[in-house]
């Protein structure tokens, strides 16, 4: 194996600051929340995708054993709706009659215990006034949108580029709806005290969970608590506040007790989203020697009926190439399903396929390798504005992801490399994924005892995120990591950022970057007119920070340590806040660069009984500043296998005739298993990139990008087969 050299922007891989109270459960998650007098709730889903409420009968659920309340649109309070332009909130619950997918809530039963009110849920007599429902995307009757996003990009003349071409490529592509799947169940505890409410929540942006709830009650935000200091993992699930929350905060207001509400698992596949399905067409021309001269790149994904989810699959395509005629174009079809939503690199896993399948097959009718042709249609600079880019080392993730994999000894002709009776396949993909970089605040606070607390109201769905910020936290204010506590998952803090859209260390971490700024200025400020401090008259810039000391630039002996400053000032601590805004681009002179990456695939297949084997996956990225090696490997990891169940095993499958998802069990939708996952291996490349100041770019999604289109390809390489659609099932191999 080729020895690379780990480049200087990786950090020390840090054990996780949380590991322990994960590893003894001690961690707390909402479902762990016990209170004095707590009750439960345990919604009722429509069994049926459109149509009605005709009748209700919930008396002999309100005589069962335990029962407190049964809420229904009949006697439910009027809530308001809260309209949002990205990752708003389904419709309230219990609204109205109205039935728009299978799985709606249409009533909830309060008891003393989870089991009573499950068994009384049970007992509830609903009759229906069914409607067809909207469950095919090519229904004549379906509503269609255009444009949804204004993300559709056009630059040249596509139309005159193809007939330019000297070999044009056009295909369909299409992939299956996937559910988000997180271990751990969503659960939300609510609880009031007169107007003022605190819910514990399976949250991904609890100051945006605050905010809401506080609209659909009709309540001060500053009444409104959310807490969410762990997560049992979320892919997007996390993102909106869902109608359980909202049923939630309604039970326990109505019954003047705190309520617990907890999912069970088929009930996920209907009220936490899940990703939607496409279909796509992909045009290519190039002339003979593998030069686009024009990409033609059109989706679309389904939407639930009251949706609005955010997912432009196209967008991606406009700014992966150098090609100078192109046009993407994003539309929408409104369907009875359950809400769509965002799951872990939403539209561009969908979108990278299919424009990376089409390369691929480009590729071959032109006769060149599949790397070559990537690499002569690098895009230096960003396509659209013509701006350089932020940072972007993909040509080096070419080049190194190349070498460790051995894409050199791969034969060029389809079926034609085997080990015994398998037959073998190499398949790649370049990637890139965008980052969602929100306003952020963080508050740093250093004691006399020379520790240093410091707080943001996100969360962290596993990905690292209080290690991470502590080793930031510890750099920043020159202290040793286990001097440094970093806390969050509550709204008490200063306003926290989402976790997701790859953005949260970028926004988070110049946050904390310039509360902890703040707070060292706030002690030079303490010392800066006594003339007997080494530091007086010192400004930021004038000193650095080591070993819970300010000191001179180049001069340690001349400073002063947090401890002496406060203890000459009768003070017991001193805090200062931050906050971050991402600049932009026409700013600053350059395009936001998202992590970018390459990905290099082995499938074995057997040709007699269609079975596929992924053996081994490489993967160069991109990142940026990598802050902690361990946990960035992790999450590419992870995003690797959430790959392999894209491309191979994920696909929810509604019943035709009645909206009903038919596997709403992991027992029945399958994901990865330890078997399924091969042999990986993870690089860093690049450079800290420039448009944050802390130099990160988010690795949470980019590693679930393009494993489909590797795998796809490789499948093509090995078989001479070309697969378009997802997930590859043995049928589509025999």
């Known amino acids: 194996m080729t020895t690379i050299e780990r480049p200087r922007l990786v950090g020390a891989g840090v054990d996780r600051v949380d590991g322990p109270l994960k590893v003894t459960g001690a961690a707390p998650y909402p479902n762990d929340v016990s209170l004095p007098d707590l009750v439960y709730a345990a919604p009722v889903r429509a069994t049926i995708a459109a149509g009605r409420i005709g009748r209700i009968d919930t008396s002999a659920a309100e005589s069962a054993p335990g029962v407190l309340a049964v809420f229904t649109h009949l006697n439910a309070p009027r809530l308001e709706r809260v309209p949002e332009p990205m990752l708003g909130p389904p419709p309230p619950p219990l609204q109205d009659d109205r039935i728009t997918y299978y799985g709606q809530y249409v009533a909830v039963v309060v008891a003393g215990t989870a089991e009573q009110a499950s068994a009384a849920a049970r007992r509830i007599e609903i009759g229906y006034e069914p409607a067809e429902p909207l469950l095919d995307m090519n229904d004549p009757r379906a509503e269609r949108i255009e444009n949804p996003f204004g993300t559709d990009v056009s630059r040249g003349d596509v139309a005159a580029g193809l007939a330019d071409a000297d070999v044009t490529i056009d295909a369909s592509y299409t992939t299956a709806e996937n559910t988000n799947n997180p271990l751990g169940l969503f659960a939300t505890v609510a609880a009031w005290d007169g107007d003022a409410l605190t819910v514990h929540d399976s949250t991904q942006w609890p100051s945006r969970a605050r905010a809401i709830l506080a609209k659909v009650f009709r309540v001060p935000e500053s009444g409104v608590r959310v807490l969410a200091p762990y997560v049992g993992g979320g892919f997007g699930a996390g993102l909106r506040v869902w109608p359980h929350v909202i049923l939630a905060a309604l039970a326990a207001r109505e019954t003047g007790r705190p309520v617990k509400l907890v999912l069970t698992r088929p009930e996920m596949f209907t009220g936490v989203g899940h990703r939607p399905a496409t279909v796509q067409r992909v045009r290519l021309g190039a002339t003979r020697d593998g030069r686009l001269t024009a990409i033609d790149h059109e989706s679309l994904a389904t939407l639930s009926i009251d949706g609005d989810n955010f997912e432009p699959c196209t967008a991606g395509t406009a700014s992966a190439y150098a090609c100078p005629n192109v046009s993407v174009r994003d539309r929408q079809v409104r369907l009875n399903i359950p809400w769509t939503n965002s799951m872990r690199a939403p539209g561009e896993a969908q979108g990278n396929f299919a424009l990376e399948s089409a390369l691929d097959e480009l590729s071959y009718e032109l006769g060149i390798d599949p790397l070559e042709l990537r690499l002569r249609n690098h895009a230096d600079s960003y396509p659209q504005l013509g701006l350089p880019w932020s940072s972007k080392a993909l040509r080096e993730c070419y080049a190194v992801g190349a070498a460790r994999f051995g894409w ?33 605040a963080a508050r740093a606070t250093v004691r006399d005892d020379g520790t240093a607390y410091v707080r943001s109201a996100v969360t962290d769905i596993g990905t690292g995120t209080y290690t991470v910020m502590t080793q930031l936290s510890a750099e920043f204010l020159g202290l040793r990591q286990d001097r440094v506590t970093f806390d969050l998952g509550d709204t008490d803090m200063p306003m926290g950022v989402v976790a997701g859209g790859s953005g949260l260390t970028a926004a988070l971490g110049t946050a904390v970057r310039a509360a902890c700024r703040d707070l060292v200025r706030a002690f030079l400020d303490l010392v800066r007119d006594d003339p007997g401090s080494p530091l007086a008259g010192c400004d930021i810039d004038d000193v650095t920070v080591a070993d819970g000391r ?71 990225i991109d990142g940026g500043r990598i802050l902690n090696e361990k946990l960035a490997t992790s999450q590419i990891i992870g995003g690797t296998v959430g790959g392999i169940g894209m491309a191979l095993f994920e696909d929810t499958v509604t019943d035709a005739g009645t909206g009903r998802i038919a596997n709403a069990t992991l027992g029945d939708y399958l994901v990865p298993v330890n078997a399924d996952v091969p042999d990986m291996d993870v690089i860093f490349v690049g450079d800290p990139d420039r448009y944050n100041p802390v130099g990160v770019k988010g690795v949470g999604e980019i590693g679930l990008v393009g494993l489909s289109a590797a ?3 490789a499948v093509h390489h090995a078989t001479g087969r070309r697969i378009r659609s997802l997930p590859i099932t043995i049928d589509r191999l025999l």
């Not at 630039?553 to 906050?579: M, N, Q, R, V, W």
């Not at 600049?583 to 499938?603: L, S, W």
């Open 550 to 620: 300010i000191h001179r630039k180049g001069a340690p002996e001349l400073g002063e340590s947090y401890t002496g400053i406060l203890a000459a000032h009768e003070l017991t601590e001193l805090t200062a806040d931050g906050e971050s805004a991402p600049p932009r681009p026409e700013d600053v002179g350059m395009a936001p660069a998202g992590a970018f990456g390459a990905r290099f695939v082995e499938v074995r297949v057997d040709p007699d009984l269609g079975l596929l084997r992924v053996a081994r996956v490489v993967s160069a």
């Open 408 to 440: 050199s000894r791969r034969g060029a002709e389809p079926g034609s490399m085997r080990d015994g009776d398998w037959l073998v396949g190499h398949g790649m993909a370049g990637v890139s994924f965008f980052w969602l970089q929100e306003p952020c």
């Open 711 to 713: 795998i796809a390809n």
